[in-house]
């Protein structure tokens, strides 16, 4: 997961696709795999001038493999970096199970963890290079379900109406969103990297702190996550779309989610209310900003004629030739616009003015999209029939 993602974007950079980082130049991205050869590997440590080491093992046969995976490899990394010289700066991928106290308590992966650090470590007071070495949280992005993420395993169960099974909805996770481990991969390039220490319960900044972190973390519990995703779930046919403030969790596992939906479930139906007229479709449903729908006119057609006390409406014909018409109902006051999808335009419907909207073309539709600031409650309308 973190190596697909990063190489990717880390090409985006080196494309210049990504001019988000300045800072960055990436001129070659040397590719090194579990099915790579030793002569790559070899040719890389002699190029390389950042070398990111995120392999690992985490699920192995046999307990004795966690430390062949964890710590047996990037000892083959370091001896060959030091056999071609090279002083670049490198990064470990490690994990907070590597405290071998506290909440995570003891166990061989943890071990194996904690033995690469310090092989890393004692390789750059040894060899006079920069180490990072990070003690991520738990993960989360797009990996194989039912392996080592309970998130991913959610998130695929739901998009694939599959069962699945949460122990304690109580039990809270940390979790640290790949899109966030890239930017802090990207501060890292850049010298901007954050230090910390650990004290075994909570990961404390520290400008001299021995390990380096990416902060942007979010801890919520399995009941939360599950909450959310069965709200996704039922977006296509409830239309409402959870609340997703920027940077929020819901945010990114709103996107998370979407990268587990089957091809069939990219598309979905939509409601139309159709008669002679045309034909009225409500898009995208929001808790707190209202609704979003399109609307449809016949040539000729004159839609609307109603006025609202406090709801408030915003047409954009995006297709087609109108005309809208406003009359405010207590002074009389008219004004008219002239709309088409050669030139868009947002126009505000206001509360206490009676509204229409004309197809002037013989020929064509009159499209317009509709934004309301709130969803249609047929017990409490307020929308009241007056011809303008």
Excluded at 154 to 175: G, K, S, Y
Excluded at 215 to 243: D, N, R
């Amino acid at each position: 997961m973190v190596g697909t993602a990063l190489v990717n974007n880390l090409k985006n950079i080196r494309d210049h696709k990504n001019n988000t980082r300045p800072g960055i130049v990436v001129d070659e991205i040397y590719e090194y795999d579990i099915d790579s050869t030793k002569s790559e590997l070899a040719e890389y440590c002699s190029k390389a001038d950042f070398v990111f080491n995120l392999a690992g093992v985490n699920r192995p046969e046999h307990p004795e493999d966690f430390m062949k995976g964890n710590f047996g490899f990037a000892s083959e990394l370091l001896e060959t970096l030091k056999q071609y010289g090279n002083k670049a700066t490198i990064m470990l991928s490690s994990s907070v199970q590597a405290t071998l106290s506290g909440r995570f308590g003891d166990s061989e992966y943890g071990r194996s963890k904690k033995a690469g650090e310090e092989l890393f470590f004692d390789y750059g007071r040894e060899c006079g290079v920069k180490v990072a070495v990070y003690r991520f949280p738990n993960l989360m992005g797009h990996s194989r379900p039912k392996y080592n993420s309970a998130v991913s395993t959610f998130c695929w169960a739901v998009a694939h109406d599959e069962p699945f099974t949460v122990n304690d909805r109580n039990t809270e996770l940390e979790l640290l969103y790949i899109d966030d481990l890239i930017e802090g991969m990207y501060d890292l390039l850049e010298g901007k990297e954050q230090h910390c220490e650990f004290d075994g319960v909570e990961t404390v900044l520290k400008s001299d702190g021995r390990y380096c972190c990416v902060p942007l973390t979010h801890k919520v519990t399995l009941g939360q996550i599950v909450v959310l995703l069965e709200e996704f779930k039922a977006q296509p046919s409830t239309l409402l779309m959870p609340k997703m403030p920027e940077g929020s969790f819901a945010k990114k596992l709103y996107s998370l989610y979407l990268t587990y939906l089957p091809t069939d479930k990219f598309k979905y139906a939509l409601k139309m209310n159709v008669d002679e007229r045309g034909s009225f479709t409500e898009l995208v449903h929001t808790e707190d900003c209202g609704q979003v729908s399109v609307n449809i006119s016949k040539p000729g057609i004159t839609k609307g004629q109603h006025w609202h006390n406090s709801k408030w409406e915003l047409f954009i014909v995006v297709a087609g030739h109108g005309l809208i018409q406003e009359r405010n109902i207590n002074t009389g006051e008219t004004v008219e616009f002239e709309v088409s999808g050669d030139k868009i335009e947002a126009v505000h419907m206001i509360p206490g003015w009676t509204h229409n909207i004309i197809n002037l073309s013989d020929t064509e539709d009159l499209i317009t999209v509709m934004t309301c600031n709130e969803v249609f409650d047929p017990g409490r309308p307020d929308t009241f029939r007056e011809p303008v």
